[in-house]
């Protein structure tokens, strides 16, 4: 069973930081893509950050320059730095790996963490 845990989000005023982490743990081989949703109440789910096992990154246009997502493979962690926050950032933050069905498989189950609360004051 593997199982992703998200820390705790916050409250935060327009302009400050937050960090944002999502651990691993279970029956892993390996950990191909891993990365970050949000949610903000009414809309869809979008993509926020996304990082490759060796490290290359994707960013959703609206966090470009102000977010950075991070891994560290050997404890199986995810990292979202969020600086220069906005309102518009509120939202439920989601992590996700994808994780190979079986030993050198090219076959991922995509696992998800519980979510945690962003909210940004003006």
């Known amino acids: 069973q593997v199982q992703l845990v998200e820390s705790a989000g916050g409250l935060v005023q327009a302009g400050g930081s937050l960090r944002l982490s999502c651990a691993v743990s279970?029956?892993?081989?390996?950990?191909?893509?891993m990365g970050w949703y949000r949610q903000a109440p009414g809309e869809q789910r979008e993509l926020v950050a996304r990082i490759s096992r060796g490290g290359r990154t994707n960013y959703a246009d609206s966090v470009k320059g102000r977010f950075t997502i991070s891994r560290d493979n050997a404890k199986n962690t995810v990292y979202l730095q969020m600086d220069s926050l906005k309102p518009e950032d509120t939202a439920v933050y989601y992590c996700?790996?994808?994780?190979?069905?079986?030993?050198?498989?090219?076959?991922?189950?995509?696992?998800w963490g519980q979510g945690t609360q962003v909210t940004v004051s003006s």
């Open positions: 279970g029956s892993i081989i390996s950990i191909n893509d």
């Open positions: 996700y790996s994808n994780v190979p069905v079986g030993p050198g498989s090219n076959v991922y189950t995509s696992y």
